[in-house]
């Protein structure tokens, strides 16, 4: 129990975006000013880490939310509706910057992947955040891989074996039912397929 535990306030969805943007830079083949590289990262780590834990605490300190992790479908509604706008505020920022738009795919995929998340939210379905937030980046890394022509399957490798422990640990604390475990994990797959088939077309 403390195993899972540990691995669902580790691997929180808020988390993904930072690592995500940090494996691009550490991979990228090609080359960036350090200064606009350490600006896009402290963008994205303000914008999608400091921020959403600064909200997450006055939620809690104001008993809109009775944990970080949101356990009912009420408490989801309002910071998910922040989290899609902030994923598409980044990832149009990222794109304007015509540096690095691959990057921007990732917010917008993230985006796409929430909005699908809030309409089974309104069906009563509470699809895993965690899944999505694991799911979407193996699915981002895995064009990155194909844009780039890079070879990075131990590092997909290991994102699939996180994948399946962060669902084992969400499992483990009956946080969620199967299958919105799976549903987390497929939406935020096909959500970043999406806006890279649509970019490349």
């Known amino acids: 129990m403390k195993f899972s535990k540990f691995i669902s306030y580790f691997f929180h969805p808020i988390n993904f ?23 896009i990262i402290a963008v994205i780590f303000i914008g999608t880490y400091i921020f959403p834990i600064l909200l997450l605490w006055l939620l809690k300190k ?31 920022w990222i794109y304007k910057s015509a540096i690095v738009d691959l990057l921007a795919l990732f917010f917008f995929g993230y985006g796409l992947s929430l909005i ?14 965690h899944t999505l937030g694991v799911s979407g980046l193996i699915g981002f890394l895995i064009y ?4 780039y022509k890079i070879n990075i399957i131990t590092i997909l490798a290991a994102l699939f074996v996180l994948a399946g ?14 299958s919105e475990v799976l549903l987390g994990g497929i939406i935020g797959m096909v959500g970043q397929f999406i806006v890279y088939f649509i970019y490349i077309m």
Request: aromatic share 16%.
């Open 165 to 178: 422990l962060v669902a084992s640990a969400r499992l483990k604390l009956r946080a969620h039912q199967l």
């Open 144 to 147: 990155f891989s194909h844009f």
């Open 62 to 92: 104001f008993e809109m939310i009775k944990s970080y992790h949101m356990v009912t479908i009420e408490e989801r509604k309002f910071p998910l509706l922040l989290f899609i706008s902030i994923s598409f505020i980044i990832g149009h």
């Open 17 to 39: 975006p930072t690592i995500g943007t940090l494996l691009f830079f550490l991979f990228i083949p090609k080359f960036i000013f350090k200064p606009q590289e350490y600006l």
């Open 116 to 129: 699908c998340v809030s309409v089974f939210l309104n069906l009563k379905i509470k699809v895993s955040l």
